[in-house]
């Protein structure tokens, strides 16, 4: 990076931790605690069209709506069982709440491997590091139970910053918050749209973490240099900065 970095900022989800299985194999396996059968490659395929179709007419986990995060994803387990031809909706309005409240636990979630250890690493530069995330209320509750929060200087998820990720008013929060310049920062995600270019579109430097390769092959359009395949690679840009 040609600019001396002051800050760097992370995406979450498929960032620095994921989802552990998958949302269909935690929402069966908590449904048939209920008596609710169902198999759970169908129930993420499900999942899917939910969560799309609420993304699309509630956004940002309907803030400014007359709901709860809570009730937004009540709503989208109801949906992804009722796809699955399920009906009894007591039973559902059951188990999306405790749905809620399990996906705080730490057995929900993985970090990736490189993550802890790069983390270490920039607070013991001095690097100002924290997170702008399209996540709901509980994300700083989240990275607390899986031993991260304290890594950072801020968490910003998308319901308090009343923005979401590639609006750029939520990029533009961080940096008044730390009062640095955008070319002064540093922002690492998973997606093109909502993390590498919006950051871009502020002036923000960018990089794209592609552990697998598949987004450097979609996109041959981007310069390959911003492509990272392990949070590792990120101690070269600090180092030079």
Partial sequence: MKNVLKLLTFDVNNTIIKVRHSVGHHYSKTASAFGVEADPA????AFLEAYREQKSTQPNYGDGLDTTTERWWTDIVKKTFILQGHSNIETLEQIGA??????LEPSYWDVFPDVKNVLSYLNKQGMCVGVISNFDERLIQVLKNLELAHHFSFIIPSIFA????PQPQI???ALDLMKVAPNECLHIGDSVKNDYYAAQDIGMNALIIDRDGTLQRNHPDINRMHFINNLEDLKQFVDSS
Avoid at 98 to 103: E, G, T, V
């Fill in 42 to 45: 169908k129930v993420q395929s």
């Fill in 98 to 103: 405790k749905l809620y409240q399990d996906f």
């Fill in 162 to 165: 009343k923005y979401q990720k």
């Fill in 171 to 173: 990029f533009q929060k």
